[in-house]
């Protein structure tokens, strides 16, 4: 049970004391969006085909080439819409 002091920071009104929240970061660390970045920004002309599939190659080379908006555009599209894209790394499923 936390400490009384930081009850009031850490748990949402409402909610059993003794209750746990669990976050997960599934980017790069249980899936993998590289294949879905890459597609989708071959896709819509943002990077050309030769560019790595590889996320922060996409991400480096759309701001070395002046298209940080369109970065942040397509970071929302694919970790929204294209989530289901996505690919489960290597012995995450049977984890």
Request: glycine share 8%; no cysteine; hydrophobic share 45%.
């Amino acid at each position: 049970m936390l400490p009384v002091r930081f009850r009031k920071f850490w748990v949402a009104k409402g909610t059993n004391v003794g209750t746990m929240r669990i976050g997960l970061d599934f980017d790069n660390t249980i899936v993998s969006y590289d294949h879905v970045f890459h597609m989708v920004a071959v896709d819509h002309g943002l990077i050309d085909p030769a560019v790595p599939a590889s996320k922060v190659a996409i991400r480096d080379h759309m701001r070395r080439t002046g298209n940080e908006d369109a970065w942040t555009e397509l970071q929302g599209y694919v970790y929204g819409k294209r989530m289901a894209d996505a690919s489960a790394f290597p012995g995450v499923v049977e984890f």
